[in-house]
């Protein structure tokens, strides 16, 4: 039997959001990126001092970052994924409520 080769694809998405706490940002996104498929296999995150927040997901699937700027009241994430049915699921559930603007 042959190798089965899947073509190289990554698919990204990324949005400026209005949530800056770190503890809301880390529950509501570890918790979406579970519930879309990615399989979890690292989470790091950083605290800056006197403030700004970033934590990064490392996923079988590739990675997610979270980066806030609370003296602008934003933050940014950006995710990569390289399986298209859980990027499409978490483009459609991060929650229109919470973006700002999608980056292009």
Not at 9 to 37: K, M, Q, Y
Not at 83 to 88: E, I
Request: with cysteine.
């Amino acid at each position: 039997m042959g190798q089965v080769r899947v073509k190289a694809r990554i698919f990204n998405f990324s949005a400026w959001i209005t949530e800056v706490r770190p503890d809301s940002l880390r529950e509501r996104f570890h918790f979406l990126l579970e519930r879309c498929g990615f399989e979890i296999l690292g989470f790091q995150e950083h605290f800056f001092q006197p403030e700004g927040y970033t934590a990064l997901w490392l996923l079988g699937e590739s990675h997610f970052a979270i980066h806030t700027f609370p003296e602008e009241r934003k933050s940014y994430l950006e995710l990569s994924s390289c399986n298209y049915d859980f990027f499409k699921m978490f483009k459609e559930e991060v929650g229109q409520d919470l973006i700002v603007e999608e980056s292009v």
